[in-house]
């Protein structure tokens, strides 16, 4: 199997999770959110394809890294070869963060049409949900490009069947907190 990539991984990155984290960009998105800080990945003919086993081997290889982060593009516009890596992540012992455009519930409805979407997710251990939009972005906020993104725990959220917002890095991810309790989304 392949997957469509932007760039090669990226390694040492400690803007996208926690500790230090090796990025796999994803290529192609159709969110066109205004203001993506990753537009050149949006087109699903760009960058190039490479076989996961490949990139598996790459990341078994890895050293000095706390875990896995997908973006991109939207990695959940390839569930299946995503899935598959973040599969391999987990087995050498780091943790699987994912940036998407969708919303966990977006992506729970989507999954029961495509199940690869569930198996996906089901790998993912923090997902930072939701379209990036430029009137709610801010540098202050830690891990996300606006504030209506989510950082979630993604077992703890499937396990309950609603979001629970998870605690990263001692930061409290929930200046949305309200608003999330409101909306009976927060645990």
């Known amino acids: 199997m392949v997957i469509r990539l932007a760039s090669e991984l990226q390694l040492d990155s400690v803007v996208d999770g926690t500790g230090i984290r090796t990025v796999v960009w ?13 537009p050149s990945t949006h087109d699903f003919d760009g960058g190039f394809e ?23 593009g939207d990695p959940f516009y390839q569930p299946e070869a995503c899935a598959l ?26 999954s029961k049409k495509n199940p690869a979407i569930m198996d996906f997710l089901k790998q993912i251990d923090i997902l930072v949900d939701g379209r990036f939009i430029m009137a709610k972005h801010s540098y202050n906020l830690k891990f996300r490009g606006s504030s209506n993104q989510r950082i979630i725990d993604v077992k703890a ?21 309200g608003r999330y309790e409101n909306m009976g989304l927060y645990v």
């Open 26 to 38: 994803t290529q192609g998105c159709l969110h066109n959110c205004p203001g993506c800080h990753n």
């Open 85 to 110: 890596i973040a599969r391999a992540v987990h087995k050498y012992k780091m943790d699987v963060w994912c940036y998407t455009g969708f919303t966990f519930e977006e992506l729970l409805d989507m």
């Open 50 to 72: 490479k076989d996961v086993d490949e990139m598996i081997e790459e990341i078994s290889e890895l050293e000095a890294q706390d875990g896995v982060t997908f973006s991109g």
């Open 157 to 177: 959220s499937l396990k309950k069947q609603k979001v629970v917002i998870a605690m990263v890095d001692d930061v409290d991810t929930n200046s949305n907190r």
